[in-house]
């Protein structure tokens, strides 16, 4: 059978293609009688629009495109999760991809949505991605940007991102409440602003509070770091702090291989989606960075580019400690 479209169903019907189109769009100056006549044709014909037809016209699709440095880690599930109900909702769709951590591929993948005229793009930048301001530019007019999790330091641009600064205080304050002194603190990649921010408001805290704690501060990129860090490091310390989820599960397995006892001989803390802390007995205490909180807030933000808003904005979700046994 031959496809369906719309200047078939008008020759059927002997109407025109726009009214057959309005029509189908519920357009209130077509009669309610035509309405239904060519949707009934349309629904016993199968028809349907040809999207790419409709992406060329309109210059842009129902798509919004979502670049992550890589879907392993349970935060970024739980946002694109998150993300992917919101845009149902709202009558649009996903396209997912993943940099790999590297700037080169995630150009790719910003110039593949640009082809697929997406209406958007959220994305998490590499820890090489020095310079997004071509990324701001991208399509005429251009398309709208909402950097989340991993964000440009200094560029003005959308952001939307878990309280970085809050988050490691809460967690120093949490270490120097049950007297920690010695103390191994391991963080990610130092290039990265998230990890900056948090190692800064870490020092600034024990500082404040005029601790007399020896820390150890350590950086890894991957788990497999983490674990080598924390082989090494965990010698004479009382306490480890985990910048994020991936960094947990290395320490967490160099602690087993050392046969430590949690918290008896080595307290464990870490900033968590929420998720990897159970996985543990006794379970780990984190200050909770909901990917799923954060793509509520992302997504609102991009309807509001959408909608043709040129207001820029850097917001945050409140962090909060979530006590287990561990420390």
């Known amino acids: 059978m031959s496809e369906v479209t719309l200047k078939k169903l008008a020759d059927m019907l002997n109407l025109s293609v726009s009214t057959v189109s309005r029509a189908l769009k519920d357009h209130p100056d077509i009669s309610a009688e035509t309405r239904l006549k060519v949707k009934e044709l349309a629904l016993i014909l199968d028809y349907e629009p040809n999207t790419y037809a409709i992406n060329l016209r309109t210059n842009h699709s129902k798509e919004f495109g979502v670049i992550v440095p890589a879907i392993v880690s349970d935060f970024y599930q739980s946002f694109i999760s998150s993300l992917e109900e919101e845009a149902r909702l709202n009558g649009y769709s996903l396209i997912i991809l993943q940099s790999g951590d590297d ?85 990610g990649n130092d290039q990265l602003s998230i990890t900056q921010k948090r190692l800064k408001a870490f020092d600034e805290t024990f500082i404040k509070y005029n601790s007399e704690a020896a820390i150890a501060i350590y950086h890894a990129s991957s788990t497999n770091e983490a674990f080598d860090v924390a082989m090494k490091g965990l010698d004479g ?86 006590e287990g046994g561990s420390l």
């Open 103 to 187: 700037p080169l591929i995630e150009l790719q993948n910003l110039k593949r949505c640009k082809q697929n005229r997406v209406s958007g793009i959220f994305i998490s930048v590499t820890a090489k991605t020095n310079d997004v301001s071509s990324y701001l530019k991208l399509g005429e007019p251009p398309i709208p940007i909402v950097f989340f999790d991993k964000v440009p330091a200094y560029e003005a641009c959308n952001k939307i991102c878990v309280d970085d600064i809050h988050a490691a205080t809460l967690a120093a304050e949490a270490l120097i409440l049950k007297k920690k002194k010695n103390i191994l603190a391991v963080f």
């Open 237 to 322: 310390a009382d306490a480890v702090f985990c910048m994020s989820d991936e960094i947990l599960i290395g320490v967490m397995k160099a602690i087993q291989t050392l046969g430590l006892k949690i918290p008896n001989q080595v307290g464990v803390i870490a900033i968590s989606g929420g998720l990897i802390p159970t996985f543990y007995y006794p379970q780990i205490t984190y200050i909770e960075t909901s990917g799923f909180k954060l793509a509520k807030m992302a997504f609102s933000k991009m309807l509001a580019c959408v909608a043709g808003s040129a207001y820029i904005q850097e917001l945050k979700i409140e962090s909060v400690m979530v």
